[in-house]
């Protein structure tokens, strides 16, 4: 079956890179995703990777995949202060229909 | 482009009672889900419509029904309401490429209380 689990929390200092971490199980997934959710809001697609690819940047984000270990992260570089708010990776099921979440990283960006 | 819109943004209901909650998915958008966001954790996938029918079925009881119109406007519905089902209700919408919907666009969500 599917799992996808991450870590709960990160502080970081403003100006810093954040790094938040992701650990999946299904070894069909075909994309895998990164969401932000602020209080109270829906949750805005950051950027996704393609299961054969082993790394993708777009501007202050750089994902990284091991898909060996299954294991995938998300790297934020000049952290700031609106980048505090939970971080969420999904997989995509190979039939394309579903995501499957994580519980969720609540960063808080420290001044 | 008003991106995938949700209606009610809230929404109280007492145990027992039904609700139905509403989507408009992004322009060009024919495939709708709808995920079960409970409190400090991540969505569940309820089920997603495509060509007005339901094409995959999360782990949600009968309850749970939904319904997508020819314009791909869709709605959720949960009968028999219980305090459990207290949760931010996201509606996404995506385009099938190929079979894999690349991208899933999530609306702003429907908080809804149960007491």
């Known amino acids: 079956g599917e799992d996808v689990e991450q870590s709960l929390f990160l502080s970081v200092r403003e100006g810093d890179s954040s790094v938040i971490n992701c650990t999946y199980t299904d070894s069909s997934s075909t994309y895998l995703y990164w969401y932000k959710q602020e209080p109270g809001a829906g949750l805005q697609l950051l950027t996704y990777i393609f299961s054969n690819m082993d790394m993708k940047q777009d501007q202050r984000l750089t994902v990284l995949l091991n898909k060996k270990d299954k294991h995938l992260s998300l790297r934020i570089a000049d952290t700031q202060t609106g980048d505090s708010a939970i971080y969420f990776c999904a997989e995509m099921e190979a039939a394309g229909n579903k995501l499957t979440f994580g519980g969720g990283t609540r960063v808080l960006v420290k001044p | 482009d008003a991106g995938v819109t949700q209606s009610p943004t809230h929404l109280i209901k007492t145990r027992g009672q039904q609700v139905t909650l509403r989507c408009s998915p992004k322009s060009g958008h024919d495939t709708v889900s709808w995920y079960q966001q409970a409190l400090g954790q991540g969505p569940q996938f309820i089920f997603q419509?495509?060509?007005?029918?339901?094409?995959q079925r999360g782990n949600f009881p009968d309850r749970f029904s939904g319904h997508q119109f020819p314009n791909y406007s869709s709605e959720l519905n949960v009968n028999a309401l219980w305090l459990g089902d207290s949760a931010l209700y996201l509606c996404a919408s995506s385009v099938p490429g190929q079979g894999v919907n690349t991208e899933a666009f999530f609306g702003q969500g429907t908080r809804l209380t149960v007491v």
């Open positions: 419509y495509y060509e007005e029918e339901e094409r």
